[in-house]
């Protein structure tokens, strides 16, 4: 019992030591070039060498993603609120936001850019367009399918629109809520890597254009590489949260992490 | 003079479906419970036993007609009115204690002293739980709970704040038999300690006809009165006593009523 859940937890790492292998193994047989496929080994070094240089872009990335994130996850769980206890906010907006969000996020910098000039700014702005659409859409659902008869318990004991929101909404969405959080910061290092290659000086995304302007393949993938431990770091603290939060909601061990 | 305590005079009631037609669920129902009283309302299915309930917690507003409960005209949710529904609609992010309390946090005046007196509240579940056979597991979610069990805590919940009105929509209509037989004995001694006045609605003849003082029998849709019949059995009542002569007849009278309504209807 103990080693399979040790194994289980292990798997993970191993499948991705496993894929570098294979990666490295094939490279070598295949004698691919450098600047089409580096080796993996290739691409450790390079973190390593230049992790000095490296780290202000990373750093620059994470801090506009992480902001960019959290004003994208107050708004959408606001605008989620306004559009699931409502159904005529919901008819209204629902239409707007999915045209919005049709809109591809790449083509908005170029604007943003105009009105903020280039650097942290649009790059802010990006992660946070980018994420308010999967956190609005989960908590509006969550709120729009809580059981009625969970709202008549309270309705029946006189309680206000506000209390039924506080006290049965909110706490039934918060499931949903976190399964968004997931979502959304992993899409909100898309959007700030998007604006950072468009217009800016800075961050992993401007560093990956001046590295492949300069056939620098290496360090283009060192730039992938970082993003990647990134996502999956912060995707698995709020993995982690969401456990801690809404344990409720998860019975079946198979599916908790 | 025993007060009139719930009163519906000539109520409609339609569930708007459409854009124009309805469905109509009761009309021209009428109804007198005295303070005290225990009464149970049964019926053919989809009668309207319980939007009676909904129309008198004021989560539903009658179309025509009026209503009172303690000499006040409901106009909306009444506060002294404590409620358990078919499904034990226990929260599931709340432990089956903080589940019970939900009503002190709500309703008045328990709800502006919550935070000052939450341990004397606390010790009062503890009272309750013990008293329906759930004491040890207050700390326990509510998918921990069996079914039987998730209506224990569900009885708490509408008995906490003491209400005067208690009202009951077939709580332990998805329960087997001998849980239920149990809960009745619970549900019983409950009422004999502190006489709030109970609507019980329910499908379960003996049920009616052991727990209540009177019942009601409903016609077919759309609902009203078409008989009343005193449940006149010393109490506490027994299980013993639900196979006596009196009782059977009761029973056999219901029961007769009630498929009559349904052949009507069908007709």
């Not at chain 1, 649009?122 to 008869?149: D, H, K, Q, R, Y």
């Not at chain 1, 698995?236 to 992490?257: D, H, I, P, V, Y």
């Amino acid at each position: 019992m103990i080693r399979g859940s040790l194994l289980r937890r292990a798997l993970p790492c191993l499948v991705i030591l496993g894929m570098f292998l294979v990666w490295e193994a094939l490279c070598r047989l295949f004698g691919v070039k450098e600047f089409v496929l580096p080796l993996p080994s290739q691409i450790f070094s390079v973190l390593v060498t230049r992790w000095d240089a490296l780290l202000p872009h990373a750093m620059q990335t994470l801090m506009t993603t992480v902001v960019g994130f959290i004003g994208g996850v107050i708004a959408g769980t606001l605008i989620g609120i306004a559009i699931g206890s409502s159904r005529l906010v919901y008819d209204a907006m629902y239409p707007l936001l999915v045209g919005f969000y049709s809109i591809p996020k790449v083509a908005v910098v170029p604007i943003l850019v105009i009105w903020f000039g280039s650097g942290t700014v649009p790059a802010v702005i990006t992660s946070l367009v980018i994420c308010i659409f999967p956190v609005v859409v989960n908590v509006a659902t969550g709120l729009a399918t809580t059981e009625p008869e969970l709202e008549d318990v309270l309705r029946a004991l006189g309680a206000s629109k506000a209390d039924i929101l506080w006290g049965v909404g909110i706490p039934r969405s918060m499931p949903y809520l976190f399964a968004s959080l997931k979502i959304a910061i992993t899409l909100a290092f898309v959007g700030s890597v998007i604006s950072e290659t468009v217009a800016a000086n800075r961050g992993v995304g401007n560093m990956m254009i001046i590295a492949s302007s300069n056939i620098d393949v290496p360090l283009v993938f060192a730039g992938l590489f970082i993003l990647a431990f990134m996502g999956i770091a912060l995707y698995a603290l709020f993995a982690l949260l969401e456990q801690r939060m809404t344990g409720w909601a998860m019975r079946k061990n198979e599916f908790s992490m | 003079m025993t007060q009139r305590f719930v009163v519906l005079e000539d109520i409609d009631f339609v569930y708007q479906t459409g854009e124009n037609e309805g469905m109509l669920a009761l009309k021209g129902t009428n109804l007198d419970i005295p303070r005290g009283d225990f009464a149970a309302i049964v019926g053919p299915s989809g009668c309207g036993k319980s939007t009676i309930l909904k129309l008198v917690s004021g989560l539903l507003k009658p179309q025509r007609g009026k209503i009172d409960v303690a000499g006040r005209q409901v106009t909306g949710p009444v506060k002294i009115v404590g409620m358990a529904f078919q499904n034990p609609t226990l929260l599931p992010w709340l432990s089956a204690i903080d589940n019970v309390l939900v009503p002190l946090k709500i309703v008045q005046p328990y709800r502006s002293q919550f935070k000052a007196r939450r341990a004397e509240y606390e010790e009062r579940a503890r009272a309750l739980f013990k008293t329906v056979g759930l004491a040890g597991f207050e700390e326990k979610s509510p998918w921990q709970l069996s079914g039987g069990m998730q209506q224990r805590a569900s009885l708490c919940r509408a008995l906490i704040h003491e209400p005067e009105l208690l009202l009951l929509d077939e709580p332990f209509g998805a329960l087997d038999a001998f849980t239920r037989e149990d809960l009745w004995a619970t549900l019983q001694e409950l009422w004999i300690i502190r006489r709030p006045t109970v609507i019980l609605v329910t499908h379960d003849l003996r049920e009616a006809a052991y727990l209540a003082d009177r019942i009601f029998v409903m016609s077919a849709r759309p609902g009203c009165i078409i008989a009343t019949h005193d449940a006149c059995f010393a109490r506490p009542r027994t299980l013993e006593m639900t196979f006596s002569d009196q009782f059977v007849a009761l029973y056999h009278a219901l029961r007769n009523e009630i498929s009559e309504a349904r052949v009507e209807a069908m007709a």
